[in-house]
């Protein structure tokens, strides 16, 4: 089993910025290849912010894309979400997902 810790979370001003740390471990697994930043707000489906593997290759939703900065930790299963010029529609908990885990999330709160 695939053990999951996000965190960075919290209260931002629209504008603002937030950057979110995950790191997934277990005692039978090297590397992941592909780990996933996910997230829903209330009333709505989860849904994929950003991604990146072992090498690199970010992705990004659209609505993310000019404004998100997927990370990673060389040789290892920690990733980062850097958010800046957030918005209220990004409210919302964010997840990480690694091997069809998900943490526990972080909430993020973009309000005046």
């Known amino acids: 089993q695939v053990h999951i810790v996000e965190s960075g979370g919290g209260l931002v001003q629209p504008g603002g910025s937030l950057k979110l740390s995950c790191t997934a471990s277990?005692?039978?697994?090297?590397?992941?290849?592909?780990m996933r930043w996910y997230r829903q707000a209330p009333g709505t489906e989860r849904e994929l912010v950003a991604s990146?593997?072992?090498?690199?290759?970010?992705r990004y939703a659209p609505s993310v894309e000019d404004r998100f900065t997927i990370s990673r930790r060389d040789n290892s299963n920690t990733i980062y979400l850097q958010m800046d010029d957030l918005k209220p529609e990004d409210t919302a908990v964010y997840y990480c997902?690694?091997?069809?885990?998900y943490g526990q999330g972080t909430q993020v709160t973009v309000s005046s």
């Open positions: 997902s690694a091997l069809d885990s």
């Open positions: 990146i593997t072992s090498v690199g290759s970010p």
């Open positions: 277990a005692s039978y697994i090297g590397i992941i290849h592909m």
